[in-house]
């Protein structure tokens, strides 16, 4: 026989009991559907399929390695077993004489069954597999953390009520339900909340600490980075988004030992640094944000004039006392992203010791970068980032078409403007061509010729 204290609730459809299980107890006890069920028929395949590589290289590192690990309930149905909720009354006990609601006669009690039930994971299943995986002991796992046997955690129980078809229907749909609802978390939230992921802190410190991006949390938002959504528009103060500057800093980090070290890797991010290794990352990249900015004194001015489609170079729009404005690469996410990879692989190729820079060192590799011309306007990047409408006459817009490829040969047109990539003349040749047929609209060709020569003459 089985013995559960219990509470017993209800919500639409559903009688259900919240019970607590040892660790030990739940392996025990829990099974998945397809060790249940042999039939294997789409009706009866009602088990989401398990992602046996996440369980073990993040769900089980996370159980074995942090202290505060924690998970919400486990959910399972009860197939048999005979079950009985037996109440337990509290009319009896002084202490609860003020309380005089009667509905708690009938929510605490005992939840019993005669030992011949099954249990199966309805939702958690790979929390469950992960808690398996981890006692059980049958692979390269990590040691099973003192104590963790007797740990304890909350389970939801349905118990069937119809006959298994019926029963079934009702568990395929709550099932479906409890995973089409589940929503998780926006990138933003996650920046903001996680305590163990290097980067989000060290993101978050960057705007308590660092004098570019430092807000003082006494207006609603933040003036220089958008804590809500990555992209940015035209006319807004924001010089970047936290999920931009995550990223950027991500790229940032990442030398090629550490690149090597999977430094950054989703796995990497589930284990929080020890506060000395903490401490020594955000002083390095401080220092690589103060050598950007002292590099590329345009990264300063007012993003509200910075980002503006309808201004090309030749017509900039002044009014008195304000930056004229533009429409600069380096105040959207695709030219952050494409500055941070490249200033990484700058420091990559000119820092005389990688592991131990200084500020000047690494200012002295980062000055090329304001060599540029960043003006979306401009060759090469008016017509490969910047397109023109093809309705519209006149309005221009960040490419969304073959997108992903006027960024990579983007990547390498900057390579080679900034003497990282040397290329002969047929490798000029082949990458004038790879630019030249993404373009749009197409330039005519005395255009195309007269552009390509301001990015060679750049070289």
Same mark, same amino acid.
């Given at each position: 026989?089985?013995?559960?204290?219990?509470?017993?609730?209800?919500?639409?459809?559903?009688?259900?009991?919240?019970?607590?299980?040892?660790?030990?107890?739940?392996?025990?006890?829990?099974?998945?559907?397809?060790?249940?069920?042999?039939?294997?028929?789409?009706?009866?395949?009602?088990?989401?399929?398990?992602?046996?590589?996440?369980?073990?290289?993040?769900?089980?590192?996370?159980?074995?390695?942090?202290?505060?690990?924690?998970?919400?309930?486990?959910?399972?149905?009860?197939?048999?077993?005979?079950?009985?909720?037996?109440?337990?009354?509290?009319?009896?006990?002084?202490?609860?004489?003020?309380?005089?609601?009667?509905?708690?006669?009938?929510?605490?009690?005992?939840?019993?069954?005669?030992?011949?039930?099954?249990?199966?994971?309805?939702?958690?299943?790979?929390?469950?597999?992960?808690?398996?995986?981890?006692?059980?002991?049958?692979?390269?796992?990590?040691?099973?953390?003192?104590?963790?046997?007797?740990?304890?955690?909350?389970?939801?129980?349905?118990?069937?009520?119809?006959?298994?078809?019926?029963?079934?229907?009702?568990?395929?749909?709550?099932?479906?339900?409890?995973?089409?609802?589940?929503?998780?978390?926006?990138?933003?939230?996650?920046?903001?909340?996680?305590?163990?992921?290097?980067?989000?802190?060290?993101?978050?410190?960057? #705007?308590? %600490? @660092?004098?570019? /991006? +430092?807000?003082? !949390?006494?207006?609603?938002?933040?003036?220089?980075?958008? $804590?809500?959504?990555?992209?940015?528009?035209?006319?807004?103060?924001?010089?970047?988004?936290?999920?931009?500057?995550?990223?950027?800093?991500?790229?940032?980090?990442?030398?090629?030992?550490?690149?090597?070290?999977?430094?950054?890797?989703?796995?990497?991010?589930?284990?929080?640094?020890?506060?000395?290794?903490?401490?020594?990352?955000?002083?390095?990249?401080?220092?690589?944000?103060?050598?950007?900015?002292?590099?590329?004194?345009?990264?300063?001015?007012?993003?509200?004039?910075?980002?503006?489609?309808?201004?090309?170079?030749?017509?900039?729009?002044?009014?008195?006392?304000?930056?004229? #404005?533009? %429409? @600069?690469?380096? /105040? +959207?996410?695709? !030219?952050?992203?494409?500055?941070?990879?490249?200033?990484? $692989?700058?420091?990559?190729?000119?820092?005389?010791?990688?592991?131990?820079?200084?500020?000047?060192?690494?200012?002295?590799?980062?000055?090329?970068?304001?060599?540029?011309?960043?003006?979306?306007?401009?060759?090469?990047?008016?017509?490969?980032?910047?397109?023109?409408?093809?309705?519209?006459?006149?309005?221009?817009?960040?490419?969304?078409?073959?997108?992903?490829?006027?960024?990579?040969?983007?990547?390498?047109?900057?390579?080679?403007?900034?003497?990282?990539?040397?290329?002969?003349?047929?490798?000029?040749?082949?990458?004038?061509?790879?630019?030249?047929?993404?373009?749009?609209?197409?330039?005519?060709?005395?255009?195309?010729?007269?552009?390509?020569?301001?990015?060679?003459?750049?070289?």
């Amino acid at each position: 026989m089985n013995i559960y204290p219990t509470m017993r609730a209800r919500m639409g459809s559903w009688d259900y009991y919240i019970v607590k299980m040892r660790m030990e107890d739940l392996v025990k006890e829990v099974d998945f559907a397809h060790e249940i069920h042999d039939n294997k028929t789409l009706d009866k395949a009602i088990q989401r399929s398990l992602n046996e590589t996440r369980v073990k290289q993040e769900i089980v590192k996370y159980l074995a390695h942090s202290d505060d690990r924690f998970f919400n309930s486990i959910v399972v149905a009860a197939l048999g077993g005979n079950p009985k909720f037996s109440p337990v009354s509290i009319d009896e006990d002084p202490q609860f004489n003020l309380i005089g609601r009667d509905e708690f006669n009938n929510t605490f009690g005992v939840l019993s069954f005669d030992g011949k039930q099954h249990y199966y994971a309805l939702d958690g299943q790979h929390r469950l597999m992960a808690i398996k995986t981890l006692l059980e002991q049958k692979e390269e796992v990590p040691d099973i953390p003192e104590g963790f046997r007797d740990e304890e955690i909350s389970v939801i129980m349905l118990v069937k009520r119809e006959n298994d078809e019926i029963f079934m229907r009702s568990y395929r749909r709550i099932f479906s339900n409890l995973n089409r609802y589940a929503k998780a978390t926006d990138a933003d939230t996650n920046i903001i909340m996680d305590e163990d992921d290097a980067f989000a802190i060290l993101t978050r410190r960057l #705007l308590i %600490d @660092h004098e570019f /991006f +430092w807000w003082d !949390g006494k207006a609603t938002e933040s003036p220089i980075v958008q $804590t809500s959504g990555k992209n940015l528009r035209s006319g807004e103060r924001y010089f970047t988004s936290l999920q931009t500057l995550y990223n950027m800093n991500i790229i940032l980090l990442t030398t090629p030992e550490r690149e090597r070290d999977r430094f950054g890797s989703k796995e990497h991010r589930r284990f929080r640094p020890s506060e000395e290794e903490l401490d020594a990352l955000y002083n390095e990249l401080s220092m690589y944000w103060d050598s950007l900015i002292d590099a590329i004194p345009a990264l300063r001015k007012d993003a509200t004039r910075m980002r503006e489609h309808s201004v090309k170079k030749e017509e900039e729009s002044f009014e008195k006392d304000k930056e004229p #404005l533009t %429409d @600069h690469l380096l /105040f +959207w996410p695709i !030219g952050q992203d494409l500055l941070a990879k490249m200033a990484r $692989t700058l420091l990559n190729r000119r820092l005389p010791d990688l592991e131990n820079p200084n500020t000047e060192q690494v200012t002295e590799c980062l000055k090329v970068l304001d060599g540029i011309d960043w003006e979306l306007h401009s060759p090469p990047w008016r017509s490969l980032l910047l397109v023109e409408d093809p309705v519209k006459e006149g309005v221009w817009k960040m490419r969304s078409e073959d997108r992903k490829q006027a960024i990579e040969v983007s990547q390498k047109i900057l390579r080679m403007m900034l003497g990282i990539d040397v290329l002969g003349e047929d490798g000029i040749h082949d990458l004038k061509t790879e630019w030249h047929a993404l373009l749009l609209p197409r330039p005519d060709p005395k255009q195309v010729e007269e552009w390509w020569d301001t990015v060679s003459n750049s070289i």
